[in-house]
């Protein structure tokens, strides 16, 4: 007996899994960007061989968006041209390049988003843009490249031909028999400097050793001045200051002693005027009187009896 089959149970089932699958494939697809990321354009003049739609975006590293689509730009057929969708809030910002990065072995690639300073503004759209151009740079291998074949050009191959035929000559004609003599005769010179030293290493010993002691005597004597002159720097200090204030004090003794000068000038003109008149006739009255005395004591000298008897007159001569 054949078992009986739900076909609406099975045919549910088919649906549900039809749409499971869809959402899946939308998902891993992720072919609605709208609302979640922002569009950028950047040209690449190298070959983008190994990127394909929806290759990796990343910013230092970090996976931020997908290469939403891939063609010549019209207006320059040197030029690719690279939509890009990159995940909202990523600091695109106007110094921030675009990098084409091969993956290992596998030759895929993906684009790296570099540079981004903080300080920088944010990338907008410039007057003619559709959508904000992000400046690109030629990846490492492709700078190589370019400077291997310009090395390698038929040009640069000629050059660097004649540079080496060159030098091979110039290579030759130093080592003509006259230049060989001299290399000869210098290893000789040399030979016997050597020999020389040998022979005068220990005199080399010594001085060697005297210099090394006269370093160590230099380095103690470094080491007492460095140790002295502070405290002399600082007694001389002490002394300029000492004599500073002594000027200073000196200064105002000085504009003392000027203004007493000052004060006192009219009493010195009054004594200068008056005062040292009459001390001049005091003086000369004072002199008489000196003179005066000066006889009278000579006199009472000669007859102490004068001052009782008075003055003897004097002998009167023969004939008066």
């Known amino acids: 007996m054949e078992p009986k089959v739900n076909y609406l149970l099975a045919g549910s089932f088919v649906v549900v899994l039809g749409i499971v699958t869809l959402g899946l494939v939308v998902w891993l697809g992720k072919a609605d960007y709208r609302g979640v990321y922002d569009r ?19 910013y230092r590293g970090v996976d931020v968006g997908r290469v939403k689509d891939i063609a ?19 600091p695109i910002k106007t110094d921030t390049v675009a990098t084409l990065e091969t993956q290992g072995l596998t030759g895929l690639a993906t684009l790296n988003l570099e540079g981004g300073s903080r300080e920088a503004p944010n990338l907008g759209i410039e007057p003619g ?61 040399l030979s016997i400097i050597s020999s020389t030293l040998a022979g005068q290493s220990d005199s080399i010993s010594h001085a060697i050793e005297t210099a090394s002691e006269s370093m160590e005597n230099l380095a103690m004597l470094t080491s007492t001045i460095n140790e002295e002159i502070p405290p ?10 000492a004599v500073k204030q002594v000027t200073e004090e000196l200064a105002r003794t000085g504009h003392s002693v000027e203004m007493v000068v000052q004060e006192s000038r009219p009493d010195i003109e ?8 009459e001390t001049g006739l005091l003086i000369t009255e004072l002199r008489e009187l000196t003179s005066t005395l000066h006889r009278v004591v000579q006199q009472v000298e000669q007859s102490p009896d004068s001052l009782v008897f008075g003055r003897t007159p004097s002998v009167r001569g023969p004939g008066e």
Do not use: C, W
């Not at 019209?74 to 995940?87: G, K, Q, S, Y």
């Not at 660097?160 to 004609?173: H, I, R």
């Open 232 to 241: 002399l720097l600082n007694r001389i200090n002490q002394s300029a200051v």
């Open 40 to 58: 950028y354009d950047t040209y690449m003049r190298q070959s983008v061989s190994g990127l394909s739609v929806n290759s990796a975006v990343k």
């Open 72 to 90: 010549l730009n019209p207006e320059n057929t040197e030029e690719v041209r690279l939509a890009l969708d990159i995940l909202q809030g990523t």
């Open 270 to 277: 009054h004594f200068t005027g008056e005062t040292l008149g």
């Open 129 to 189: 843009q559709e959508y904000p151009v992000i400046q690109s740079r030629p990846s490492l291998f492709f700078r190589l490249d370019m400077a291997l074949s310009r090395l390698l050009s038929e040009q640069s191959l000629t050059k660097l031909l004649k540079n080496l035929n060159a030098f091979s000559e110039n290579a030759m004609s130093m080592m003509s028999e006259e230049n060989r003599g001299y290399v000869e005769r210098t290893l000789a010179d």
